[in-house]
């Protein structure tokens, strides 16, 4: 009998160069697959909801995987978590439904970059964009307004992409003020390639005067990369949740 096991996770991507396995690199995905392959002594192959790339980090990723092995998820999540590095911690596992597809059947996905907006940085979030100049959150928020819906992204991607169709549907931007911190919560029900980092960097330059909130709109509309914001870092973005 077949089982399709699904497990949540969360990273820090600092020292991975991202999810998805490459290989001769260290990747999250590599990681769980020989962890599996330890504890399991089968060939496994995992489907992931989101993939993350260099430098970005989860507090909830989604993935899944067949094997033929009855399962014990109290002790599986106690066996990974002994064997995976400390920056990749098992959070839950549990059986799926057998045609469960970590990836496609998610409705949505949902990103946060934390940006810290104040003159000195923090000795202990060490995983967050400093800025230390103040941002104009209002016209960030004006300009978060024209991404809302069904859209063509193709200037908020990387050039090197190799996605054909760059329309996404973003449901929700919400910016924020926690303390010290500036959060901006992006969620649709796909993203390209560093699109979440180049749309939080046009965003930040709204937000710091170097250019005027409507201009969002006008980038959307010209679809190329040259007209939009520089990449925010990486170590600010986590990927929160998934929606099934």
């Known amino acids: 009998m077949l089982h399709n096991i699904k497990i949540i996770l969360e990273y ?3 020292r991975y160069k991202g999810f998805q396995i490459q290989k001769d690199l260290d990747t999250i995905q590599g990681r769980l697959e020989d962890c599996l392959n330890t504890i399991l002594r089968e060939k496994i192959k995992i489907k992931y909801s989101s ?19 009855k399962i014990d998820h109290v002790k599986l999540q106690r066996s990974m978590n002994a064997i995976l590095p400390s920056d990749v911690v098992v959070k839950h596992i549990e059986e799926g439904e057998t045609d469960f597809d970590s990836r496609r059947y998610a409705k949505s996905r949902e990103y946060e970059y934390y940006i810290l907006n104040r003159k000195y940085p923090s000795a202990f979030d060490k995983n967050f964009m400093l800025i230390d ?11 978060s307004k024209y991404l809302i819906g069904k859209k063509d992204f193709k200037a908020f991607c990387k050039d090197s992409s190799e996605v054909k169709n760059t329309v996404r549907n973003v449901n ?22 560093q699109m979440v980092r180049i749309i939080v960097g046009t965003l930040i330059e709204v937000g710091l005067s170097k250019r005027e909130s409507y201009e969002i709109l006008q980038i959307l509309e010209k679809k190329q ?12 973005l986590y990927l929160t949740k998934i929606n099934y």
């Open 12 to 14: 820090d991507g600092t």
């Open 51 to 69: 993939r993350t790339d260099t430098g970005v980090h989860a507090k909830e990723q989604v993935i899944n995987f067949i094997t033929e092995n």
């Open 133 to 143: 100049k103040e941002l104009d959150i209002e016209s960030m928020i004006l300009a």
């Open 172 to 193: 929700e931007v919400e910016i924020r003020k926690e303390g010290d911190f500036i959060v901006i919560k992006i969620i649709a029900n796909s993203f390209i390639h």
């Open 225 to 236: 990369r040259i007209f939009a914001g520089k990449v925010a870092e990486a170590k600010g």
